[in-house]
DNA sequence: GGTCGTGCCTCCAGCACCTGGAGGTTCTAG
DNA sequence: CTAGAACCTCCAGGTGCTGGAGGCACGACC
């Protein structure tokens, strides 16, 4: 195969300039280039930048791409490393849901106890003005 | 009063380089200065700083912040907008909680079909590899 | 083989929201 | 008066891209 970046990127659902951001950081690897200085890929750039893509759409950061594609390019060692990144990612997602299901709590309540009336009486504006206590409370 | 950036960083709990951002940003107002050019804040900063802090807590952007500040200073007009603001943003919680939660789902399932042997078989490894169809179906 | 249009190249600036360091000045307690 | 903490400005960096400017390459058609 010999495929240009524009079709790398229409394969892999990747922007182009994020391909060659991700080249720049090192999660693509240089690759080889026409005597114009175009890049050219072939189907392992497409399956690694799949595999990118899609690891970024489960919200891994791109320190822990970067190891669980080094492993995947080790087949025979134990995949324990690959659990605990895994693992380690999924307590961070349990983190940030339970932190926003509190906030939706929260803007549920000031949204449904404000009167419509004017902004003195307005429990949205109360709320975001009014937390001193709380906050000092919870450090 | 006559509070320094540092005491108002205590109060309001936000960092020093913070609060100069603000500044910076037009959230907060710029300041009274001493002969030697060192900023100093009174009670009202105070609250306008736990305000944005909050907001800031509760996701709210920057620019929502700023309309709700420009709102809490209008006290007698409709708290219509305040409204608007809140619900828009309670929204957007609504759609990264679903989000998440698929991803959590996704993630569980991954980590417990892994059978901790060799990379080779690693369900975690291999979701990633696979996804070629599943991304270009939903698209 | 010339030309046209699309696609590619590099470089750099910007987004949101801070954070921290360097290098220097000011405040304040003792 | 002096020591040291806190302040000042300016600027670079972090995360993960995104897009524009200005210029060259590719390939299809005549």
Redesign the pocket.
């Known amino acids: 195969m010999d495929i240009?970046?524009?079709?790398l990127?229409r394969r892999a659902g990747?922007?182009?300039?994020?391909?060659?951001?991700?080249e720049g950081i090192g999660l693509m690897p240089e690759t080889s280039?026409?005597?114009?200085?175009?890049?050219r890929y072939d189907a392992t750039h497409v399956a690694r930048l799949n595999f990118?893509r899609h690891a970024?759409e489960l919200g891994f950061?791109?320190?822990a791409i970067r190891e669980l594609l080094d492993m995947s390019g080790q087949p025979d060692t134990s995949c324990e490393e690959a659990d605990r990144i895994a693992r380690r990612h999924l307590d961070e997602v349990d983190r940030r849901i339970a932190k926003l299901e509190a906030l939706r709590g929260e803007l549920t309540r000031m949204i449904s106890e404000c009167g419509h009336g004017r902004v003195a009486e307005c429990r949205v504006i109360q709320v975001l003005a009014d937390h001193d206590q709380c906050a000092h409370d919870r450090h």
């Open positions: 240009s970046i524009g079709e990127s990747v922007k182009v300039p994020t391909i060659r951001y991700y280039r026409t005597e114009g200085k175009q890049r990118i970024r950061e791109v320190e």
